[in-house]
């Protein structure tokens, strides 16, 4: 399994996730992918990402295992990086 962070430079909510995953400590986030938009358009759309920022848990194959849209608070994460964990 590996989180990967779709987001961009301009992007006021995905600063606010960065400073929220900056402060949170579980086994995906040190290895966490950062895909920007801006630069890396055919990765985004290829997880099928609509908007900035979302973060995604891909399995071996890389493909989507699930995903969380938007600046949310960290119990948000930790819960979906748990269920991410489980599939």
């Known amino acids: 399994m590996k989180l990967v962070k779709i987001s961009a430079s301009w992007c006021g909510p995905c600063a606010g996730l960065q ?6 400590s579980h086994p995906l986030i040190p ?5 920007d938009i801006d630069t890396q358009i055919d990765r985004a759309m290829k997880y099928g990402v609509r908007s900035v920022p979302t973060m995604v848990i891909v399995n071996d194959q890389d493909e989507v295992v699930r995903s ?9 994460i930790l819960e979906f990086l748990a269920l991410g964990m489980k599939q």
């Open 68 to 76: 969380l849209n938007g600046n949310q608070p960290a119990a948000k």
């Open 19 to 24: 400073i929220t995953l900056n402060g949170m």
């Open 31 to 35: 290895n966490m992918e950062q895909v």
